[in-house]
Structures are given as C-alpha cells and as structure tokens.
C-alpha cells in the first residue's frame, strides 16, 4: 500500500479522493506538524513515516534535485487548474497509468496538465 502526506497547500478533499478511490493511506501535514512547518520539517515527518511528498511547493523539486537526490520521494503538481476536481483527475491519470513503474520513494515525479516529468535517483 502506498503512503503519501498531502502538503498544506493540497485540500482534504483530495486527501478523502485518495484514500477512497486507491485504498492509499493519506495523511495531510497537518496531521503530521503544525501547518507551518519548513520544507525541511515536513521532509523529515515524511522520510520518518516511509511518506511520499505530494504537494504544489516548488521548491520539493529543488531539494531533490540539488541536495537530497534519492533520498525521498515527492510527486509535485504543476497546474494551472489547481482545483480540486483537476488535482484529483491529474493524480487518477498518473495513479492508474503511469505509477506503478516508478520507484515513488526515491524519485521526484512532476506532474503537469498532460505531461509526467521523472528525475531517477542517481546510482
């Protein structure tokens, strides 16, 4: 089963989306460390609690990428439709077909409209 935190700036609603439709289990940051919590704190919570990163922040994707490359895993939306309904349909596209080939713990996945973007950890 896979395990993933929302970050603070993901609804519940997509929290509630996951949990029900893949059977996930989800956990908002705010179930996790106070709402405001830096990046590096919610890494921590999520390294701790074997956690992928789901969230709109950037700034995941500069962490991985130029510090902790294969250290954790975090899928970043990049959206201009940052509704619910189009969050939840971008995650159902990649969670029904593209998912399961990806070691989701140790990569970054970028999210787009109708693109997935995967940095690999380095071996």
């Known amino acids: 089963m896979s395990k993933f935190p929302l970050d603070a700036n993901l609804s519940v609603q997509t929290k509630a989306y996951l949990r029900d439709t893949f059977g996930f289990d989800v956990l908002h940051v705010k179930d996790l460390l106070p709402i405001s919590s830096l990046d590096d704190a919610v890494l921590a919570a999520a390294k701790r609690e074997q956690r992928v990163v789901i969230t709109f922040d950037q700034d995941f994707g500069e962490i991985y990428y ?47 409209t109708d693109r997935v973007r995967i940095v690999r950890p380095e071996h």
């Open 66 to 112: 130029l510090r902790k490359r294969g250290q954790f895993g975090a899928i970043v939306l990049e959206l201009e439709d940052q509704t619910v309904e189009s969050v939840n349909r971008v995650l159902a596209h990649f969670f029904h077909r593209e998912a399961a080939g990806i070691d989701l713990d140790h990569s970054l996945v970028v999210l787009e």
